[in-house]
DNA sequence: ATGAAAGCGCTAACAT
DNA sequence: ATGTTAGCGCTTTCAT
């Protein structure tokens, strides 16, 4: 139907009947040789090809999916939003996507509309997708969604029902506990946390990073205030932390509102990371920028839907076959200049007082790491 | 095919017809129905849609594009990035793309493959897409394309042949604009301006604006420095711009570099805004939030796409009927505190000299507007 | 190794 | 207003 126009004018798009008629066989070989099916001798392949060529034919997909079932098109339920996280994860699932041979159809959730998740699921079902992935899964109440193709939940536990559903781990649970613990290794008494929605698994799974860092290190666990993903959600959050002079480090779950956090510290007087170190979860474009260049944790979102898609084509396309073991995400902590030390003794205020740490040292190396002399 | 799977087990998916057999109608009608065609009766209409609800049933896309030659769907090529830019006209046009009744199919550019428009074009073209969407457009040299759908083009001028080619305009010059005449009008004598990547539109767009507003006030035109959208890229231009004393005012050609920039002045020992001011682009989500927060003008995103998405349906249903008139952009220009009027004389150094003002008055409202104190 | 025939599930044209 | 008859351009049997 649609494709490519012919240069000069237009004569009829080509079928395979043309390429066969062309060709001098019959149109069950262009179909033979097309597919890459075996049993074709090599100079058949080759005058078809070449006739294939010279008519400039392409093949007609919605002829092949109502003969044969099959779209080789996979759907993405991602957020109608441009955050960092979701952005880039949608990025890398189109070029895995691109990289198996299959071509991406989108469905986002409507922001605040429940069952948004099911209404894009639908969508994408509806058009005749192989296969879904769920990009930074929501709960929206809904207990159990059922659907008739495989499915890849990035970050989420399974709670479809579906013929096969595969998951691939963001890693944001170990990638948060080695920010937490990054702050407790400097030093700090304990370190507060600044959670995105509870809605969210990305809010839980970093929830328990931090937790367990926390534990481990026999460390306080102080209240989670809980944002939006916003900066202005962080800036709010810092104002609240700001007041309790205790607060020595905090880790936000996303840069967006460590940045916040920070603006509030510094109109509170209260200096970064002298005063209070901050370590947030992403490591956006601008995070070696800003000031103090932000410490922060980054998420192989490449790798992921890499890694991911691999999985989902595998049990797309060979149901039957054991599937092959998933590779663990690096870890990486990007350490920058808005984390040191706590300062020798807790600054004035009420509340619990935090350990002092006589043997500060240099540990912060508060330099803009990172920050390159020359433009790319 | 592939639908919402049936709660209890898997009886068949049910096709059209066996709705009309158990509506008692004829499979056309089923299809009238469906199609919303005229010439049904009321109690027709409603006994098929009964029997639809009860089957369960959704029509076979595939079926449907085959036997119509549409698809109802419109293919996007995007940039394989996740910039905030191109990333909110992506979710932009997702929506605008659901609300028109059409699904959203993605090609994304391979990053540095010249030709990549061109690959990605053909991968949609192949899929039967009724309508393409080409946002962010660069020049790859490419002279010409042929497409035989319909083409929106998001912000540039029409380079390829095809049945209809819409655009929309990003209104991206006037915004540039709007941000150098805000810095002449604080009273530097020129602005400087940190531009993107030549070969995008964008960057052409907004070299536009800024040449326009220097030209409408007399100002001298600065060389450009080029960077690539980074962070970095604003770094490293901001060293080489500190190196020049008479340098007082910069508009970056969106917040990444803006932000790189400002981390540059002032590891160089220049304040921003007393020494020097800076204007962003795009109002990222940390602007308001940055140290100092950024002075920047917003792009409509989401009425660029909804508008020129409205165009594209336009030509794709009703190829014959005059185009309706497009809608000017609003221009936003956020006035932080990155931006105040130039010091009373210039510092020293060599190179020509900033014309002083007497009179730079308190214009600049350097306080952090925007900055909410409740978290939302 | 190659070909002929029979659909896939719809919409479109043409009756009635 | 409703039904009948052909395809749409492939992939799939099933022959040969």
Redesign the interface.
Same mark, same amino acid.
């Given at each position: 139907?649609?494709?490519?126009?012919r240069?000069g004018g237009s004569p009829p798009t080509p079928r395979s009947v043309d390429v066969a008629r062309l060709a001098g066989v019959s149109q069950k070989t262009v179909s033979r040789v097309l597919n890459d099916e075996p049993y074709v001798s090599a100079d058949m392949r080759r005058r078809v090809l070449d006739a294939a060529e010279e008519l400039g034919y *392409?093949?007609?997909?919605?002829?092949r999916?109502?003969a044969s079932?099959?779209?080789r098109?996979i759907g993405v339920v991602t957020l =109608?939003?441009? +955050?960092?996280g979701p952005?880039?994860l949608?990025?890398g699932i189109?070029?895995a996507v691109?990289e198996v041979g299959y071509?991406?159809?989108?469905?986002?959730t409507i922001e605040g509309d429940p069952g948004g998740i099911a209404g894009a699921?639908? $969508?994408l +079902?509806?058009? =005749?997708?192989?296969g879904v992935v769920i990009s930074e899964p929501i709960d929206e109440g809904v207990s159990l !969604?059922?659907?008739?193709?495989p499915v890849l939940v990035l970050g989420a536990p399974p709670n479809f029902?579906a013929p096969q559903v595969v998951t691939a781990r963001v890693g944001a649970r170990l990638l948060a506990r080695a920010a937490t613990e990054h702050l407790l290794e400097l030093g700090h008494a304990t370190v507060h946390h600044v959670a995105g929605p509870q809605r969210w698994y990305s809010t839980r799974d970093r929830l328990a990073g931090w937790r367990e860092a926390l534990r481990a290190h026999g460390a306080d666990e102080p209240p989670v205030v809980e =944002?939006?993903w916003?900066?202005?959600?962080?800036?709010?959050?810092g *104002?609240?932390l700001a007041g309790d002079g205790t607060v020595t480090a905090v880790f936000a779950a996303n840069?967006?509102m460590a !940045? =916040?956090l920070?603006?509030a510290q +510094?109109?509170a007087g209260r200096r970064v990371p002298e005063d209070i170190s901050v370590v947030g979860f992403d490591d !956006?474009?601008?995070a070696?920028?800003?000031?103090p260049?932000l410490t922060t944790v980054r998420q192989p979102f490449d790798e992921v839907a890499r890694q991911g898609l691999a999985l989902l084509v595998h049990v797309i396309e060979k149901p039957d076959v054991e599937l092959p073991p998933a590779a663990d995400q690096p870890v990486e902590l990007v350490v920058r200049a808005s984390t040191a030390p706590p300062p020798p003794r807790p600054i004035p205020g009420r509340g619990r007082r935090a350990i002092p740490h006589a043997h500060g040292g240099p540990h912060g190396q508060p330099a803009?790491s990172e920050?390159? $002399?020359?433009?790319?």
């Amino acid at each position: 139907m649609t494709r490519l126009a012919r240069p000069g004018g237009s004569p009829p798009t080509p079928r395979s009947v043309d390429v066969a008629r062309l060709a001098g066989v019959s149109q069950k070989t262009v179909s033979r040789v097309l597919n890459d099916e075996p049993y074709v001798s090599a100079d058949m392949r080759r005058r078809v090809l070449d006739a294939a060529e010279e008519l400039g034919y *392409r093949r007609n997909q919605a002829a092949r999916a109502l003969a044969s079932g099959r779209t080789r098109s996979i759907g993405v339920v991602t957020l =109608g939003s441009a +955050l960092y996280g979701p952005a880039s994860l949608l990025v890398g699932i189109e070029r895995a996507v691109r990289e198996v041979g299959y071509t991406l159809r989108v469905a986002a959730t409507i922001e605040g509309d429940p069952g948004g998740i099911a209404g894009a699921l639908a $969508s994408l +079902l509806d058009q =005749g997708v192989d296969g879904v992935v769920i990009s930074e899964p929501i709960d929206e109440g809904v207990s159990l !969604i059922s659907v008739d193709v495989p499915v890849l939940v990035l970050g989420a536990p399974p709670n479809f029902a579906a013929p096969q559903v595969v998951t691939a781990r963001v890693g944001a649970r170990l990638l948060a506990r080695a920010a937490t613990e990054h702050l407790l290794e400097l030093g700090h008494a304990t370190v507060h946390h600044v959670a995105g929605p509870q809605r969210w698994y990305s809010t839980r799974d970093r929830l328990a990073g931090w937790r367990e860092a926390l534990r481990a290190h026999g460390a306080d666990e102080p209240p989670v205030v809980e =944002g939006d993903w916003s900066a202005a959600s962080g800036y709010a959050a810092g *104002r609240e932390l700001a007041g309790d002079g205790t607060v020595t480090a905090v880790f936000a779950a996303n840069d967006d509102m460590a !940045i =916040g956090l920070i603006r509030a510290q +510094l109109e509170a007087g209260r200096r970064v990371p002298e005063d209070i170190s901050v370590v947030g979860f992403d490591d !956006i474009p601008v995070a070696a920028y800003v000031t103090p260049p932000l410490t922060t944790v980054r998420q192989p979102f490449d790798e992921v839907a890499r890694q991911g898609l691999a999985l989902l084509v595998h049990v797309i396309e060979k149901p039957d076959v054991e599937l092959p073991p998933a590779a663990d995400q690096p870890v990486e902590l990007v350490v920058r200049a808005s984390t040191a030390p706590p300062p020798p003794r807790p600054i004035p205020g009420r509340g619990r007082r935090a350990i002092p740490h006589a043997h500060g040292g240099p540990h912060g190396q508060p330099a803009g790491s990172e920050v390159p $002399s020359t433009r790319p």
